[in-house]
């Protein structure tokens, strides 16, 4: 790798670093925001308030995932949380979806876990969905999500 633990990616203004205490409001508010828009379906999420938000990521995520940001001149553009070998929060903030920034963060989770990638995401993920399959995760198993949510999710699982 490349020093202080940064992707460099074809993009020379991404970088991909792991999180600092600094990032976490401006983080925490913009992947609540991106789940927001990305899950409309969801009922149980649009209930979810910022400081609920704030509590899930400071009591669940931190403690047990190691977390990486996206940062494009300056500014955080993305995240994914990695509990080896599961990928417990991937988001890519909407207005910088589709442009290579999901595959870099990519990259960085299969460096922290190289023999395979787990993950759950919603049946009705469309966009989530064609970016996994086309990185080359298979369906393991379709179900539903753990109560409150509820929702229709599927298992994908990536094998080096």
């Known amino acids: ?7 460099v990616s074809q ?3 991404l970088s991909i670093r792991a999180y600092a205490d600094r990032d ?3 983080l925490v508010a913009r992947w609540h925001e991106t789940n927001r828009v990305s899950h409309p379906y969801v009922e149980e999420r649009m209930g979810h308030t910022l400081d609920d ?13 190691s977390v990486w ?5 300056g500014g955080l553009v993305g995240l994914i949380a990695i509990e080896p070998p599961w990928i417990r929060q991937f988001s890519v903030f909407p207005e910088h979806q589709r442009r290579g920034i999901g595959t870099a963060l990519l990259t960085r989770a299969r460096e922290c876990s190289p023999a395979e990638l787990r993950l759950f995401t919603f049946q009705r993920n469309d966009k989530a969905r ?6 080359g995760f298979h369906i393991v ?6 109560a409150p ?3 229709p999710d599927v298992e994908y699982r990536w094998v080096a």
């Open 1 to 7: 790798g490349s020093p202080q633990g940064t992707v």
């Open 11 to 13: 993009d020379p203004t």
């Open 24 to 26: 976490f409001d401006v």
């Open 53 to 65: 938000a704030r509590m899930f990521f400071r009591g669940k995520i931190l403690p047990a995932c």
């Open 69 to 73: 940001v996206a940062e494009r001149s």
């Open 130 to 135: 064609a970016f996994y399959e086309k990185h």
């Open 141 to 146: 198993a379709l179900g539903v999500s753990p």
């Open 149 to 151: 949510e509820l929702e």
